[in-house]
Every structure is written in structure tokens, then in C-alpha cells.
């Protein structure tokens, strides 16, 4: 009997294992095409490639005919077909612990997520000063600081994100690490990707700049514009990372081909390999995603901090030549063109910090509301979800221009 089931992908149910996608990967969210539908999610995202077919595998999930049996053939004998259970049987649940984990709030999580955050910085420091000495000591305890870091963006898919900001120009090689990690990890379920997935995008991540170790401080905190023999050295930590890393007999090949492929581009003008088009797989398309948009955000000894909005219409004005499309759309629905933690000014002239994001639009942000610029003056703080709100973003605001302290909101 032929396992495989071709099946409106409007049909699909929770249960069913998805063994093909009849599209073009890039023209859906998905990052793969074989997985349980194990999740509402997941389950919403297949049916809206609607008339699209999708073939199911029934030795590895349910089948059609087991949810909707008298849907199909309502007036066949029934003596002479077997019972047919009332209910589908449970997927067998292989999640791993870490996978295994209860939706919260934005704000609720905001307090692990600041914990996480901090005991990434401690451990990527650490990882970083270690590959500097020779040799990297313990990637197992990197692996699941990843597996925590998938745990919270399962239980809530805005709270770490909205951390990625807070670095210093002193600390920002590994916080630059830690953002990009969680960056990937939060694209990776944004598209669908199952726990153990986006585990291996977010140990990537973490560790895709190992490779910098190798340069030295004068040339990676150069104030000024770097020579061109300096920025050659710079552009060695790819291959650096990667031999590094098989050094230290990591061999995870997730976090080899970002480490080494991460400043890859699409028309093949990146390095180390200069690859291009297809040869870069969709994991280092998702790194050289968060790796730019991170860097150019952030404040930096020789780099000012970008608005978001700005990095964001770079990164949209290169798709096709530096970086993919579809990924890059996917990117902006994760972390909005406002993103949490963002100063803005609202069409009502009040100054607001931006919250929690809506998930389906991302100009409608939930935002805290502290100064009214009619009257100069501080509002008790207030929050509201522009979802439901006459209220409208009205631009970015960039905070240095005011000198407030936003963490306090
Ligand atoms: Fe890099």
C-alpha cells in the first residue's frame, strides 16, 4: 500500500505528518517540508496555501479518512467496514523535555527571558575568551543555553527579542552572538521550524562569530575607517570559526555551514567561498539575515546605531542580490518594523516605547505611552494596544535626540 497521500492542503488536520509541500519552498513559510502538524500554529499556517496540495505520510501521522470518515463516504455499508475509531489517536509525542512547554505572556516571560539573557552574556563571554586562548571548552553547555532559548521563544515569541537591544558598545561581540541566536531561533519558529531545528539555528547563531577570537581587539574596536589589509584579516573569521570549531570537535553541521557561510550573498560578491544562489543553504540565507540587521541596529565603537526602520528598508532594498526575499519577509513579521523597545511618536504627539507585537501586523504594536510633546511634560505611563486603538504610529524616534532612559518603561 502506497504510505503517501496527496491531500488539499485546506484539509490538513492536526495529527497529520506534512511529507512534501507541492510549492516552491520559497513561496510559503515553511523552511522544511517534513514534519508533524503538532500545533494550532502550524496547523493555520498549512491551510492557507489553501487549493495548494501537500502529500501526507500515513505511517508517520494520520490519515484523511480516520478524522472525517462519514465526510468522505456517508452512505457506504457499514457491516462491511472495519469500526472506525471515534477519535484519532494521539500522536506519539517525541518532544524533548525542553520542547515541551506552556504559552505565557510577553510579560510574564520578560522576567526568564532577562535571566536567560544575562547567563548568555556570562557564557558566550566565556566561550569567546576560551577560543581566544586556543580551544573552545563547552559547547554542551552552549547547546542548551540554545535549548533554553528555544523554550522561551515557544512560550512566548516576543520576550527575548525584545532584549536583543540591550548591549554596549564594550560588550558587544558576544551580545552581537546572543542576538543572532535568538534572531534565528525566532525566524525559525516565525516559519514553522520543529524545536530541534530551531535549537540547531540558535547554536549556530551563538556561536557564528567564534571565528572573530582570532582577530585582534585594535582591528575588531577600530574607531576609524580599517585598511584594506585589516579588513582582510576581518574577513578570515569564517573559515577561522569553522576550523575552530572542528578543533574542538564540534561537528554539528548546522553550526559549521553558518559559521563558515554567514557573509555569503545571494550574487555571490560574499566571502570565504563566494558562493552563491543555491550553493548557500537556507540556514547561513537566515544568519546573514539577523547578523546584518543586528550590526547595523546597534551601537558600535566605529558604527552608530541605524533606526530599525532604516536597517529594515536595507535589508528590503538588497533581497535578490544580497539577501532572500521570502526569509527577509518572514524576518519583518518577527520582529515588526517597530520592534520592542523602540522609542516612537505616536499621531497623538505623545512618546511611547513599543511593547509586546501583534502577531499578524506589524504596524500595530502594543506601546507604553510616557511623555506628551503638546505639554513637554511626563504622562503617568499607560499602555495600549494599537490593534485596538484610533492611535497610529506616527515615526521612529531616535532616543539619543531626547535623552530619556527607556529601560524604565
Ligand atoms: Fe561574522
Given at each position: 500500500m502506497n504510505s503517501l497521500l496527496k491531500i488539499p492542503a485546506r484539509d490538513a488536520r492536526l495529527g497529520m505528518f506534512v511529507?512534501?509541500?507541492?510549492?516552491?519552498?520559497?513561496?510559503?513559510?515553511?523552511?522544511?517540508?517534513?514534519?508533524?502538524?503538532?500545533d494550532d500554529e502550524t496547523l493555520d499556517k498549512i491551510r492557507q496555501l489553501g487549493r495548494s496540495e501537500i502529500v501526507i505520510d500515513l505511517t508517520r501521522g494520520i490519515d484523511l479518512d480516520r478524522l472525517a470518515p462519514t465526510a468522505a463516504?456517508?452512505?457506504?455499508?457499514p457491516e462491511a467496514k472495519p469500526a472506525v475509531p471515534a477519535s484519532p489517536p494521539a500522536?506519539?509525542?517525541?518532544?524533548p523535555p525542553w520542547a515541551i512547554v506552556t504559552p505565557t505572556s510577553f510579560e510574564n516571560e520578560l522576567t526568564a527571558a532577562r535571566k536567560l539573557h544575562a547567563r548568555a552574556r556570562g557564557l558566550i563571554r566565556e566561550t569567546m575568551r576560551e577560543a581566544r586562548l586556543g580551544g573552545i571548552g563547552d559547547l554542551p553547555e552552549v547547546a542548551t543555553l540554545a535549548e533554553e532559548m528555544v523554550s522561551s521563544v515557544m512560550r512566548n515569541a516576543g520576550a527575548l527579542v525584545s532584549?536583543?537591544?540591550?548591549?554596549s558598545k564594550d560588550d558587544y561581540t558576544f551580545m552581537h552572538s546572543v542576538a543572532v541566536g535568538t534572531l534565528m531561533i525566532a525566524l525559525g519558529r516565525q516559519a514553522g521550524l520543529s524545536p530541534e531545528a530551531m535549537r540547531a539555528a540558535g547554536l549556530a547563531g551563538l556561536l557564528h562569530?567564534?571565528?572573530?577570537?582570532?582577530?585582534p581587539d585594535a582591528v575588531l574596536n577600530k574607531p576609524g575607517k580599517l585598511t584594506e589589509a585589516e579588513f582582510s584579516t576581518i574577513k578570515l573569521h569564517p573559515a577561522e570559526g569553522h576550523r575552530l570549531l572542528i578543533e574542538a570537535g564540534h561537528h554539528d553541521a548546522a553550526s559549521l555551514d553558518v559559521v563558515r557561510?554567514?557573509?555569503?550573498r545571494l550574487d555571490g560578491t560574499?566571502?570565504?567561498?563566494g558562493l552563491a544562489g543555491a550553493q548557500i543553504s537556507t540556514l547561513a540565507r537566515v544568519a546573514a539575515i539577523a547578523d546584518v540587521y543586528d550590526a547595523v541596529s546597534s551601537e558600535r565603537v566605529y558604527h552608530r546605531a541605524q533606526p530599525p526602520t532604516a536597517v529594515l528598508r536595507m535589508l528590503m532594498k538588497n533581497v535578490g542580490t544580497h539577501f532572500d526575499d521570502a526569509l527577509v519577509r518572514v524576518f519583518v513579521k518577527c520582529?515588526?518594523?517597530?520592534?520592542?523597545g523602540c522609542l516612537v511618536r505616536l499621531e497623538s504627539q505623545r512618546l511611547a516605547v513599543v511593547g509586546e507585537q501583534h502577531a499578524s501586523n506589524a504596524l500595530t504594536p502594543r506601546v507604553r505611552v510616557f511623555f506628551s510633546l503638546k505639554s513637554q511634560a511626563h504622562l503617568p505611563v499607560r499602555e495600549i494596544d494599537l490593534a485596538r486603538s484610533d492611535d497610529r504610529i506616527a515615526s521612529y524616534e531616535d532616543p539619543r535626540t531626547w535623552g530619556f532612559d527607556l529601560s524604565r518603561y
Open positions: 511529507h512534501d509541500i507541492d510549492r516552491s519552498w520559497w513561496a510559503h513559510d515553511f523552511l522544511r517540508t517534513r514534519f508533524l502538524i503538532e463516504e456517508p452512505e457506504a455499508e500522536p506519539v509525542d517525541n518532544r532584549l536583543i537591544g540591550l548591549k562569530d567564534v571565528g572573530k577570537a582570532s582577530v557561510h554567514h557573509h555569503e560574499g566571502y570565504p567561498d520582529v515588526g518594523i517597530y520592534p520592542t
